[in-house]
């Protein structure tokens, strides 16, 4: 008897099918989900510098060209003008205070020499009038207070022997009273010739004080005219070196016009230019050292200049010990100048990675050290050597701190060592 054979409704064909296409799918859904879509770029390893962060002392200093300069200069300027006459000391020549460099002449200051000197004779002149005059008008009074207090006897005796004849009627009443009037105006006259005399001394007293104040006045004026004299002889204000000397002979050279300068050599200073990022931080009193002749001397930052120029400013430091032997001006030195205190804390090396980054990520290695993986890190301070790192990094890990320039924007780097090229 014949059976129906039913039909399958999965023949094997169909569920392999089917089970293909899930698993494309599923293949598919993982690589969108789960597969690593970031760019990578193949590097070869020995053109990078690879650094490991370390946990140390962050010293924070920076390094700048010092330039040897005097401890102080001291400029030279004409007091007076005229015309070189005479130049005694060549530039380059070592000087002693008072020495005189170079003479002027100026005929018109002599020439008022003169006139004022004849002014004050003429003056001291008057003054002697004055008090030879005065003398004899005492003794003119003198003279009339003698006679007048003679006629005054006189007249009192008189007048003295008429009142009595008076009283005894041997004499007329106008006698009397001509006696008495006589005599009265005499002590009259003697007040008056006493109270002028008085006016007379305080006049000619006022008038010889200021002749005296003026001649002293004069002789002042005529000092000092001496002195603008003395001033023709340039002289060496200080003890040094005549670094320059701005003169000819015969040259005309007007008043407070530069003639040179004199290096003070008791010491010396450093000169140096800072970035101006540092100015917040630059202070009197930071101390900095540089190498020579392998040893290592001190400085002590003395002075900030105020003006900022080309995006500079000036600092001078001053030795705090020793001098270096041999130095010379104009002698550069690379100076380390410390900002503040060491601190601990975690240090990349300096690398040209931070002129694509900004400092605001780095390539790590991975453990494996065949791949390198962006990371974003956070960085603080640097000095020439290390940034500080705050976070983003650990201690031991390495990273790549050489150029990414030729990186572009990638994810990850593939290592290529050296043996698999």
Do not use: C
Request: net charge negative.
């Amino acid at each position: 008897m014949d059976r129906i054979i039913e039909k399958k409704k999965w023949p094997l064909k169909k569920i392999l099918w089917v089970t293909a296409g899930g698993l494309f799918i599923l293949l598919i859904l993982y690589y969108i989900i789960f597969a690593d879509k970031s760019s990578k770029l193949r590097v070869q390893e020995e053109r990078l510098t690879i650094a490991s962060v370390e946990m140390g002392y962050f010293q924070d200093y920076i390094t700048n060209t010092g330039t040897v300069e005097p401890i102080r200069t001291v400029y030279i300027d004409a007091l007076e003008g005229g015309q070189v006459e005479e130049i005694l000391i060549e530039e380059g020549a070592m000087v002693k205070e008072g020495d005189i460099i170079l003479r002027l002449s100026n005929t018109n200051l002599h020439l008022s020499i003169m006139n004022r000197e004849a002014s004050l004779a003429e003056q001291i002149n008057n003054l002697r009038n004055t008090r030879l005059l005065m003398e004899q008008n005492k003794l003119d009074l003198k003279s009339q207070l003698i006679e007048i207090n003679y006629a005054i006897i006189q007249a009192k005796r008189e007048y003295e022997q008429i009142q009595e004849l008076y009283k005894q009627n041997f004499r007329s009443k106008d006698e009397y009273q001509n006696a008495k009037e006589y005599y009265e105006y005499l002590l009259t006259k003697k007040d008056l010739l006493i109270e002028s005399q008085k006016q007379d001394s305080l006049f000619r007293d006022v008038q010889i004080s200021q002749l005296e104040e003026s001649v002293l006045r004069m002789e002042d004026n005529l000092n000092l005219v001496r002195k603008k004299l003395e001033s023709l002889d340039v002289r060496a204000p200080v003890n040094g070196q005549l670094t320059s000397l701005n003169a000819e002979i015969g040259e005309s050279k007007g008043a407070g016009q530069r003639l040179g300068q004199i290096n003070v050599l008791d010491s010396y200073k450093i000169n140096a230019q800072i970035d101006e990022h540092y100015i917040s931080r630059v202070q009197r009193g930071l101390i900095g050292e540089f190498e020579y002749s392998n040893k290592t001397y001190k400085l002590e930052l003395t002075k900030i200049y105020p003006e900022v120029r080309n995006g500079q400013f000036s600092i001078d430091m001053e030795f705090i010990d020793d001098l270096p032997q041999n130095m010379r001006i104009g002698q550069t030195f690379r100076i380390k100048l410390e900002l503040g205190a060491p601190k601990e804390s975690l240090l990349i090396p300096r690398g040209g990675f931070y002129q694509s980054t900004g400092g605001q990520w780095i390539f790590v290695v991975d453990e494996s050290g065949n791949n390198a993986y962006k990371r974003d890190i956070r960085l603080n301070r640097y000095n020439p050597k290390y940034y500080e790192v705050i976070e983003g990094v650990e201690e031991g890990e390495r990273v790549i701190v050489s150029s990414y320039e030729t990186f572009g924007d990638v994810d990850v780097l593939i290592l290529k060592k050296k043996d698999n090229q």
